[in-house]
């Protein structure tokens, strides 16, 4: 099992955009599900893990972010809405023990911030970082 991560950063500096957004998503060539090399990235993962701020905006999202992949959620609760299938614990390493459990071979992509990452990395071993940057401005987002 291998946890790969990508993170986007824009010209201006920025990993999302105001809204929060991470900042590729400012790019107007982007497009859900397609852009910037994500199907590829994602042929090898059978499992997402994220925390519960980035998880909440995708349980409003038309489509789902990740929809062929066990998604794995640490956060400190269940957010409303969250389909049965999507494992919540508010322990990382519990959380991790619970990944690894189900996990049948394949890759866990790691989406997120500093919150996430950093409680996952001490038990996890990192193989591949993923690191893009976008020719675009999210103006004022999160540096």
Do not use: K
């Not at 790019?27 to 893990?49: K, M, N, S, V, W």
């Not at 950093?118 to 401005?137: F, G, I």
């Amino acid at each position: 099992m291998r946890i790969r991560a990508r993170t986007a950063m824009s010209a201006d500096g920025y990993v999302t955009t105001p809204n929060g957004w991470p900042a590729h998503t400012a790019d107007p060539a982007y497009a859900t599900g397609a852009g910037h090399g994500i199907r590829e990235f994602l042929q090898d993962c059978e499992q997402a893990l994220m925390g519960r701020t980035t998880f909440e905006p995708a349980l409003g999202n038309d489509r789902r972010p990740w929809p062929t992949l066990q998604v794995f959620v640490l956060g400190s609760r269940r957010p409303a809405g969250t389909p049965d299938h999507v494992v919540t614990d508010s322990a990382p390493a519990r959380l991790l023990e619970e990944l690894r459990a189900a996990n049948q071979g394949g890759d866990v992509h790691l989406v997120g911030g500093p919150r996430t990452i950093q409680p996952s990395t001490p038990s996890a071993r990192w193989t591949r970082w993923s690191w893009s940057s976008y020719p675009c401005c999210s103006a004022a987002g999160c540096g």
